[in-house]
């Protein structure tokens, strides 16, 4: 009898992405599975945005295959991978400040109803729907119909994954859910991705803040320059050690030299300082000592 774990919800296999000369990601093998958080980390320009548009539909690699329940696919859009359950979530939201949270919630797949002569927007259902889900989530908020504008980014982000969650996600893509935040708003976002997690969903959680990531993590997958340093179980890696191979090993060992020999400089020029005030000292003490001898009162 052959055992069979589940194939993972989604997993690139090799896959490298080229724009004209620029090597954006190469050689990249990574996957997530139901119920656990995968994260992401690297620097500025390690790859990270490029790997997630990939596996969104936005572009299509170069090289590699994107698998999802193990089997081969090729995304011709976004649409092509929100339809398989792979749901992303940018930056920026694509929220409209001015309307509603509930409104918001159902941008582009609107319930409506029948109103002779036309089909309307359900305001009473959507209203009742987008409370339901978003204390699901454990997220209170007093009024559905209060501008998403009113809201702070940490709940906007929370209003993003609830509704995620609710159209059928599977895959939850979250690119830097918690960089513009501060330290209390991240930890808002923390426990909605946690919540996801809990509702069985695989999140891939993408950021270059390591203090972030490490306590929600279940494994680690490091770039660097579009690179990757492998996959790692948090049981495997310290947060240190995450941090370091983050700034790449190398480049903190030779910064590490650098500063050795500015300090090394440094007391090489206080050393020639000191010398040089030594002899200044003196040199004033003899002028000094002249210029007492010149006004010597004569008796
Ligand atoms: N559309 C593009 N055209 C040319 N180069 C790109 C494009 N997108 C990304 N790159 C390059 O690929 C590298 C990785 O970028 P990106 O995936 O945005 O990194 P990250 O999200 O980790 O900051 C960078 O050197 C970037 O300049
Ligand atoms: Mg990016």
């Not at 060992?253 to 000191?274: F, K, P, T, V, Y």
């Amino acid at each position: 009898m052959q055992t069979t774990t589940p194939a993972p919800l989604i997993a690139v296999e090799n896959v490298s992405r080229y724009f004209g000369q620029v090597v954006a990601i190469k050689d990249i093998t990574m996957s997530v599975n139901a119920g656990e958080v995968m994260c992401l980390l690297g620097d500025n320009g390690a790859g990270k945005s490029t790997l997630i548009k990939l596996l969104s539909g936005v572009y299509r690699p170069s090289e590699g295959r994107i698998l999802v329940d193990g089997t081969e696919v090729r995304f011709a859009s976004p649409r092509d991978a929100l339809t398989m359950g792979i749901a992303t979530v940018y930056q920026d939201l694509a929220m409209i400040p001015l309307m509603s949270i509930a409104r918001n919630f159902f941008l582009g797949s609107e319930p409506t109803k029948w109103v002779p002569p036309f089909r309307r927007f359900d305001v009473k259902r959507a209203d009742r729907i987008t409370r339901e889900e978003l204390a699901k989530m454990g997220i209170q908020v007093r009024d559905t119909s209060q501008p998403v504008g009113t809201l702070s980014g940490g709940e906007r982000q929370s209003v993003a994954i609830a509704r995620a969650v609710y159209f059928g996600a599977r895959v939850l893509i979250l690119d830097e859910p918690t960089a513009a935040l501060g330290v209390k708003e991240a930890g808002v976002v923390l426990r909605y991705i946690a919540q996801a997690r809990a509702r069985g969903l695989g999140v891939i959680f993408i950021t270059h803040n390591v203090h972030h990531a490490y306590p929600i993590g279940d494994r680690f997958t490091l770039l660097n320059r579009g690179r990757s340093y492998g996959t790692f179980a948090k049981s495997e890696v310290t947060r240190e050690e995450v941090v370091s191979m983050m700034a790449g090993g190398e480049e903190l060992e030779a910064l590490g030299h650098e500063l050795e020999e500015m300090a090394r400089q440094d007391r090489d020029n206080a050393a020639a300082l000191a010398t040089a005030g030594r002899e200044f000292t003196a040199e004033a003490r003899d002028i000094e000592r002249d210029a007492e001898d010149r006004t010597e009162p004569t008796a």
